[in-house]
């Protein structure tokens, strides 16, 4: 079936440093694609898109890759500070007809040690 | 514009009971869409709903579970006879319109973490 899945569950990393979260999707039809950064007990909050016909889009120390040969895409961020610290989702929206529907993978945990 | 604004945030319930959760989108978003988060896992579809119509409930499970957006007042998710397995968060957005300009029109609530006993 359609999926979105993270490669890794937990990431630590120390302040400055670049983090980066992987996903990969199995949807090869999938054009459109979205991180969410939710802190806890919070809502997800957008961080940046990207579409397929893309393969890079930057946004303020944030970065998306886009690969859609090998159906994954990554979630670059620059200088990570500990306010970066919180739950990382990628999420893939529906096409058509469906072009609402957010499908989301598992989420990957980023901690940011001071 | 306080964004979208769900009540309660935290609701507890004994199996059998019934739960409300309620959903105010923001100003000038007429599309609601409901997802529910299990604890360690991504946000699920659930609902998607128009002022007074159910665009497309796929998400919502056969039984127990309806939601409405009246013409007047929030949008409502509604389980009834709870059982443990409905303790979860749920999540309301909302959007002006479609996702087909951008999933950046869309906004979440903080959400209602319901826990069954």
């Known amino acids: 079936g359609e999926s979105v899945g993270l490669h890794l569950p937990t990431l630590s990393v120390q302040e400055g440093d670049n983090s980066i979260i992987n996903c990969a999707y199995s949807?090869?039809?999938?054009?459109?694609f979205i991180w969410y950064k939710q802190e806890s007990g919070k809502g997800p909050q957008f961080i940046i898109d990207?579409?397929?016909?893309?393969d890079k889009r930057q946004g303020q120390r944030v970065t998306v890759l886009l690969n859609k040969t090998v159906k994954h895409l990554s979630l670059q961020i620059a200088a990570t500070q500990p306010g970066d610290s919180a739950v990382y989702f990628c999420?893939?929206?529906?096409?058509?007809?469906?072009?609402?529907?957010?499908?989301f993978g598992k989420g990957t945990l980023l901690t940011v040690n001071p | 514009n306080a964004g979208v604004m769900q009540n309660p945030r935290h609701l507890v319930r004994r199996r059998g009971q019934e739960a409300r959760l309620r959903c105010s989108p923001m100003?000038?978003?007429?599309?609601v869409y409901w997802y529910r988060q299990l604890p360690e896992e991504g946000l699920k579809f659930m609902v998607y709903?128009?002022?007074?119509?159910?665009?497309?409930e796929s998400g919502m499970p056969k039984e127990r579970f309806s939601a409405e957006f009246p013409k007047e007042g929030p949008s409502i998710l509604r389980i009834q006879q709870v059982v443990r397995g409905d303790s979860a968060a749920y999540f309301c957005?909302?959007?002006?319109?479609?996702?087909?300009?951008?999933?950046?029109?869309?906004?979440f609530g903080a959400g209602s973490r319901l826990t069954v006993l």
């Open positions: 957005a909302s959007s002006p319109r479609t996702g087909a300009s951008g999933a950046n029109v869309l906004t």
């Open positions: 949807n090869s039809a999938s054009d459109y």
């Open positions: 990207i579409r397929s016909n893309m």
């Open positions: 999420a893939e929206m529906g096409s058509g007809g469906s072009n609402y529907k957010l499908t």
């Open positions: 100003k000038g978003h007429s599309h």
């Open positions: 709903l128009q002022k007074e119509n159910i665009i497309d």
